[in-house]
């Protein structure tokens, strides 16, 4: 089993700033794709950003040039940078681990933090 806990949610104004942080534990081992997805009211969650075995890193369009993914493998944490932040930003937060064993992978999810960006 795998467990990851997130923070850094919070109220925020438009324009500013935040960076969640994801640590994960349990049974992971060496390096894992992991990122965040969000999903705002009445919406299905969407892949925000993510983060692959070598670093290389996706994002949505519609955070491109804003938002930033980025992992501390010592930790297994990841983070996501968030600037210039925008009230259609507001979401529930969530990470995910595809956490490896053996030849194959299990995603384990975060329980999710707040953002609300206000205008």
């Known amino acids: 089993q795998v467990q990851l806990v997130e923070s850094g949610g919070g109220l925020v104004q438009a324009g500013g700033s935040l960076r969640l942080s994801c640590a994960a534990s349990?049974?992971?081992?060496?390096?894992?794709?992991m990122g965040w997805y969000r999903q705002a009211p009445g919406k299905q969650r969407e892949l925000v950003a993510s983060i692959t075995i070598g670093d290389i890193t996706n994002y949505a369009d519609s955070v491109k040039g804003r938002f930033a993914v980025s992992r501390d493998n010592a930790k297994n944490t990841v983070y996501l940078h968030m600037y210039s932040l925008k009230p259609e930003d507001t979401a529930v937060y969530y990470c995910?681990?595809?956490?490896?064993?053996?030849?194959?992978?299990?995603?384990?999810w975060g329980q999710g933090t707040q953002v609300t960006v206000s205008s």
């Open positions: 995910y681990i595809d956490a490896r064993l053996g030849s194959s992978a299990t995603r384990y």
């Open positions: 349990g049974s992971v081992r060496g390096r894992n794709a």
